[in-house]
């Protein structure tokens, strides 16, 4: 027997990828300060990262992440089972599990583990079923890989078509899993309808709310609660400390019976080293400036709309999203990465995103809003990108002309 070399086989399949424009590099940020970055020597405006609120680098969030480690160190030196539970573990928990209005939280050392856990500790018989969005975070997909259950998706934001593979599901335990609010394409999930899908079909309704939390609803609840809903209807959901609250992390909320039995048994959770104490005080920190500055989600609000206004002022392709990602359509790959190479000359960075994170000729440019942005850099940026696309088309016009 001939076992395939793995070496040719990833050398054939990077090949492929060069050939396709698929090749990935990472840009190395030697600088930061607020949406500026430094890159290559250059300082750039960004409109690519999560920190929607502005608190990564927020004095009272800093001064809280080093007075924590000047006492306790770098790391949390075991997991929680072991020795790593610190007090600011607990604090962090409770106040995250006080702010959404659920019984418990679980702090995980990231979003990721946290939905590889959350499967992995509910769904582990061949019958039982993950029924899913199909544009769903990829941790979640591969979270029922992991768990062994059987996954099925539906069209994106389709209820009737959750209801319909529920229904048509083998009769083991079923969970019915949503982002909040999508990450790739910024809308938010059909939730009071996709818990009434839920509770019908007894399924179990988990949503991870990465982006929603800190900046969806008045209070920066995130989509569950903006919806009315809270731990009846959703018994399980996910906020993360990486994106709007400018940390590190993420919490699990739920019921005391569910988050006891994931902290006795998800496998992402018992088999590794704690989150720093440190990021845990940081993140607690956060969470209170992004509960009190109401002005950090009332700017968001208004950048969002001059930006929505701007780019149909300017005929680029918005796509129906409310939420501080605001991707423009391109469709064409490698267009769309020129596009990203054209706006990065302008001093602006901005995330091309293409297959396989999103469908074959659906590219797009990602743009992300912060509140630390100011209303003249986000019309700067929509200048650029019009001009971007107007040198584009005027190319494509040659090749076509044949000249
Ligand atoms: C970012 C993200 C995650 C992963 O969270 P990390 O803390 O970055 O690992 C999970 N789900 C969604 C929807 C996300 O956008």
Redesign the pocket.
């Known amino acids: 027997m001939a076992r395939p070399d793995l070496h040719e086989r990833i050398q054939a399949q990077q090949k492929l990828r060069g050939a396709q424009g698929r090749t990935r590099a990472r840009r190395t940020v030697s600088r930061r300060d607020g949406v500026r970055l430094e890159v290559d020597g250059r300082w750039l405006t960004g409109f690519c990262s999560?920190d929607y609120l502005g608190l990564a680098q927020q004095f009272e969030v800093v001064a809280a992440l080093q007075d924590a480690a000047a006492r306790d160190g770098a790391g949390s030196t075991a997991s929680h089972l072991i020795c790593g539970h610190h007090a600011n573990h607990d604090a962090l928990e409770r106040e995250m599990a006080e702010w959404l209005g659920y019984p418990r939280a679980l702090l995980?050392d990231?979003?990721?583990?946290?939905?590889l856990a959350v499967q992995q500790a509910l769904l582990g018989d061949d019958n039982d079923v993950c029924v899913q969005d199909r544009l769903?975070?990829?941790?979640?997909l591969d979270a029922s890989r992991l768990a062994g259950c059987r996954l099925r998706r539906y069209p994106h934001l389709d209820t009737e078509g959750a209801m319909r593979q529920l229904k048509h599901a083998p009769d083991g335990a079923a969970m019915l899993v949503t982002?909040?609010?999508?990450?790739m394409d910024g809308d938010i999930a059909p939730l009071r309808s996709l818990s009434l899908v839920a509770r019908m079909q007894q399924a179990l309704f988990y949503v991870?709310?990465?982006?929603g939390v800190g900046v969806v609803g008045e209070d920066g609840r995130g989509c569950v609660a903006d919806a009315g809903l809270g731990v009846n209807e959703v018994p399980l959901q996910?906020a993360?400390?990486?994106?709007s609250l400018g940390g590190?992390?993420?919490v699990v909320l739920g019921d005391e019976a569910l988050i006891q039995h994931l902290s006795e048994t998800a496998r992402p959770y018992i088999y590794t080293t704690a989150l720093p104490p440190a990021l845990a005080a940081a993140s607690l920190a956060a969470i209170k400036l992004a509960r009190r500055d109401h002005w950090r989600r009332e700017k968001l609000t208004e950048l969002i709309a001059l930006f929505r206004e701007g780019a149909r002022r300017n005929g680029l392709e918005l796509m129906p999203s409310e939420t501080p990602i605001q991707p423009l359509l391109c469709g064409d790959e490698s267009h769309t990465v020129a596009m990203a190479n054209r706006l990065v000359e302008a001093g602006f960075l901005v995330s091309a995103i293409r297959p396989p994170t999103v469908p074959e000729g659906k590219s797009r440019l990602r743009v992300t809003l912060s509140a630390l942005h100011t209303p003249a850099e986000v019309n700067a940026l929509l200048e650029a990108i019009a001009r971007a696309r107007d040198v584009a088309s005027f190319q494509q016009s040659l090749l076509a002309s044949g000249s």
């Open positions: 999560n995980f990231s979003g990721f583990s946290a939905n769903n975070h990829a941790s979640l982002d909040g609010v999508f990450s991870d709310d990465a982006h996910l993360t400390l990486g994106k590190h992390g993420a």
